[in-house]
């Protein structure tokens, strides 16, 4: 996900959540995407998240890439921690895409092994993708670097 992608679903979900203070689980369970855009702007990393949630990380992200159907009662779970999260926070009604932003970019950031697989495709000039979706078996899988 881009800054871009990232601002356009923050503009969506400021948008259907009432500027982040209505939290209806139905945008979750729609898109589940929207779990990591939730999670990245109240500041939390997979882990912090699946902690809240007494839940493996591997299951939020593959929910967060739709791998996983996210059911009703899980979609409220989920919600529910999503709005005590903003609450504890201080977050409701008061969410900056500044800070978003940089929750972003802090929580997408590369650990010290991509960034020196970067530095070393750049030097010898071989092309690369950081994030790359293909199709296998009907099915699209998105591959992060």
Do not use: C, W
């Amino acid at each position: 996900m881009t800054v871009d992608d990232f601002k356009k679903y923050f503009d969506y979900l400021k948008k259907e959540s009432k500027n982040f203070s209505n939290f209806d689980y139905r945008i979750i369970q729609e898109t589940p995407q929207f779990i990591g855009i939730f999670r990245i702007i109240a500041n939390l990393g997979h882990r912090q998240f699946s902690k809240l949630l007494n839940q493996n990380s591997r299951v939020i992200r593959k929910h967060e890439f739709m791998e996983y159907r996210l059911l009703p009662e899980t979609a409220q779970k989920y919600t529910n921690v999503i709005k005590k999260t903003f609450e504890n926070k201080n977050l409701i009604g008061k969410v900056s895409l500044k800070d978003a932003i940089v929750n972003f970019k802090r929580i997408r950031s590369y650990d010290i092994f991509e960034e020196a697989i970067i530095q070393i495709l750049n030097k010898n000039n071989i092309n690369y993708n950081l994030h790359y979706n293909f199709v296998v078996n009907n099915k699209t899988i998105n591959i992060d670097f």
